[in-house]
């Protein structure tokens, strides 16, 4: 082990235990703060205020707005905390993850977007439908997409899994590609919805100019979505979830029913990533089958592993560190125009996914019991024996 | 359903089937050897075969033909079709080795959970992936095969006719397939594979060099995949970073077919795999092709895991 790994480590311990250590109503207070800070964030009008703009700009992106960097943040956290649930705490290796991202923000540009063949060829729609009466609707039906595919291939193991949730995304991505009766192939959906208001002036809120609003609608689910993945994994299903994860045979016997909690795992988890997918859709205001690609489900896999599976920290951690850095690094003044981060980006993850694995299993911001479990597990390999 | 295509078309689509099902055999050994020694799925072994087909591509260049150079003489054909397969096996089985190495061993090494082994083989796939995809290697464009064999059948009996292509692909995969049976079954050093792949704990007390055995694995696999390659390129006509994907996945789907670990299942399961999703294509449109043998996964696992043919790398069973 490097010094730096042992510098990393206690200066995380530390920083924890003091954390831990402090008062109740301080930790509230901060994190209250903190928050407020997140949400003034891309205001600068905040920056101006304070006058302090020179130590804010470096962190500021030029290549795409800041808001929007912050908002591409956003709906990756809720990806990656919807996956949390899925790989995190179950154990269960999902790579078609973004299939129910898809699902969501395709359920959203069909009923709210007037191009939409519901309304121009089948006519089921009279008229457009609004943003807000579609998100439950997607949202379920992300839910009920995760039970469908959950139902045949949950009864298989690990690795199985995983190779068949792979396939199965592409193949659907492929059909959704192949055939346009419904959605429009390559070609996709366009004008789709976007969320409801109206400011004083009488301008829309989320306009197409304006990409803050989408932000603090994304961080106001954000703070939603961590609210509702402390409580379950602090209820009997999180705690199912946490055994499954460990010894599946061992939680069977022990009485806990896996397969429906395995299930429970996945319709939660699909459930968040189509909330993601109907922010996202409504915020890009345009749909069509190449956004999702295998690429964009490793990403997110990428990035709850980079930032510690099982950690609601670490997944947001993750989740930000992936869209943010990229985006950073392109409005770099230094780096020559030729050099296009966009083309190195997914290289640069698969390396992360496999030193990770390597170095540091349990992420930059590990679950405490994760990285006890993987300690456990390599004082128990026998000597010799590689 | 479309039945009539499917009698009207019924040699040729055998014999399409029984080609292709030879390629998917091929790669399906990789995995096979690999699950049987490790219990891993190498996701990685897609992206040996498609090193494997650019590997072809560099060798043919060096020696100047690309896509556009005109058809060679047939024994000139045949000799560039030997050399780009022990090149494109060197390569694949190169790349195989290298990811065991740099990514598999030291997992091995601290005892990581199946998942950690899962995760990072998906990331050495990505990583060889998108490697390929950079602006100086592939730029993420297709790149054309020269033109090798003549496309007149050289057998035609009745309505069976086989064109040279698909004679050689089925020849040189069985001819792969049986003396890597044979190097397993009948070896000293596939008697290590098959030592280490029952018990692999009381082989390295036994003086079993287990590194050495999965490193040889590895190799195995990697070289049946690079002559798989060049003979599957040599139909498609090209090659692009991402044609191992559903390659990958179809030659999976093969040995879990066969029954995964086990190396006469892998020859079963391809063939089979490479006529069902013939017949099926022609049943239900073509743009259904890759959809059906992943159906065909789907239902496998569901009902027969084992596969036909059951679990076992020679005799060894875990």
Redesign the interface.
Same mark, same amino acid.
């Given at each position: 082990m490097t010094s730096a790994q042992n510098w990393w480590k206690r200066t995380s311990n530390t920083v924890g235990s003091a954390w831990r250590g402090m008062p109740k109503w301080v930790r509230i207070l901060a994190t209250l703060l903190f928050v407020a800070f997140l949400y003034i964030l891309p205001n600068k009008e905040f920056y101006e205020y304070l006058n302090i703009p020179g130590v804010w700009i470096p962190l500021y992106t030029t290549g795409v707005e800041f808001p929007s960097a912050l908002f591409f943040a956003t709906w990756m956290i809720l990806l990656t905390l919807g996956l949390n649930i899925v790989c995190g705490y179950a154990?269960l290796?999902d790579?078609g993850f973004f299939g129910f991202f898809a699902v969501g923000a395709y359920t959203v540009a069909l009923l709210t977007s007037p191009d939409s063949k519901l309304i121009t060829e089948y006519h089921w729609l009279e008229s457009p439908w609004p943003w807000l009466v579609t998100v439950p609707i997607a949202v379920s039906l992300a839910l009920l997409s995760g039970v469908l595919l959950g139902w =045949?291939?949950l009864? #298989?193991r690990?690795? @199985?899994l995983? $190779?068949?949730t #792979?396939? &199965?995304a592409?193949?659907i991505r $492929? $059909?959704a590609r192949?055939?346009d009766w419904i959605l429009n192939g390559d070609r996709g959906i366009t004008r789709v919805g976007h969320p409801p208001g109206k400011w004083s002036d009488g301008k829309a809120i989320f306009g197409i100019l304006d990409t803050r609003p989408y932000y603090w609608l994304g961080l106001t689910l954000i703070i939603l979505v961590i609210f509702v993945s402390r409580n379950l994994v602090r209820s009997r299903v999180g705690r199912a979830w946490i055994a499954i994860r460990e010894d599946e045979d061992a939680a069977e016997l022990m009485g806990v029913p896996t397969f429906k909690f395995k299930l429970w795992a996945f319709a939660m988890g699909a459930s968040i990533g189509g909330l993601s997918g109907t922010l996202w859709a409504g915020q890009n205001s345009f749909v069509n089958s190449s956004t999702f690609s #295998?690429e964009n489900s $490793?990403l997110v #896999?990428?990035a709850l592993?980079l930032g510690g599976a099982g950690s609601i920290g670490g997944a947001i951690l993750g989740g930000f560190l992936v869209v943010y850095v990229p985006e950073w690094l392109r409005s770099l003044p230094f780096l020559p125009e030729s050099i296009d981060v966009n083309? @190195?980006r @997914?290289?640069v &993850?698969? /390396? /992360?996914?496999?030193v990770m694995? /390597?170095f540091k =299993?349990g992420g930059i911001w590990p679950n405490r019991r994760r990285v006890e479990? @993987?300690k456990d597990?390599?004082k128990?390999?026998?000597v010799?024996?590689? | 359903m479309n039945f009539d295509d499917l009698f009207r078309g019924f040699e040729e689509l055998t014999i399409t089937g029984l080609a292709q099902g030879s390629v998917y055999a091929l790669v399906a050994l990789g995995y096979t050897l690999v699950y049987g020694v490790l219990r891993l799925i190498n996701f990685a072994h897609s992206e040996v075969f498609m090193f494997g087909t650019f590997a072809a591509v560099w060798i043919w260049g060096v020696m100047g033909f690309d896509a556009d150079s005109s058809r060679p003489a047939v024994w000139l054909a045949l000799l560039l079709i030997l050399v780009a397969m022990v090149f494109a096996a060197l390569v694949s089985g190169g790349v195989a080795m290298l990811v065991e190495v740099s990514a598999y061993r030291p997992l091995r090494k601290r005892n990581a959970p199946p998942l950690a082994f899962l995760i990072t083989a998906i990331g050495a796939s990505f990583v060889l992936l998108e490697f390929m995809a950079l602006p100086f290697m592939s730029d993420r464009r297709q790149i054309g095969m020269p033109p090798m064999l003549p496309t007149a059948p050289i057998i035609s009996v009745g309505g069976w006719e086989v064109n040279p292509l698909q004679l050689m692909t089925i020849v040189v995969a069985l001819v792969m397939m049986f003396s890597l049976d044979w190097f397993v079954n009948k070896t000293k050093f596939g008697r290590g594979i098959r030592a280490v792949a029952q018990d692999a704990n009381t082989a390295a007390l036994m003086g079993v060099n287990k590194s050495r055995v999965i490193l040889l694995v590895f190799l195995l696999g990697g070289l049946m995949a690079g002559v798989a390659a060049v003979l599957a390129s040599m139909r498609t006509g090209y090659t692009r970073f991402n044609i191992g994907f559903f390659l990958g996945i179809k030659a999976f789907s093969a040995a879990v077919l066969g029954g995964i670990g086990n190396l006469r299942g892998a020859l079963l399961g391809g063939l089979l795999l490479g006529l069902i999703e013939n017949y099926g294509a022609a049943l239900f449109g073509t743009e259904w092709k890759d959809a059906i043998s992943f159906l065909v996964l789907v239902a496998l696992l569901m009902f027969r895991p084992t596969g036909l043919l059951g679990e076992s790398l020679g005799r060894a069973r875990a």
């Open positions: 154990g290796l790579l =045949p291939t009864r #298989l690990g690795d @199985y995983a $190779i068949v #792979l396939g &199965f592409e193949v $492929i $059909i192949n055939q #295998l $490793i #896999l990428a592993l083309k @190195y @997914y290289l &993850f698969g /390396i /992360i996914l496999v694995m /390597i =299993p479990e @993987y597990r390599a128990e390999v026998a010799g024996v590689v | -």
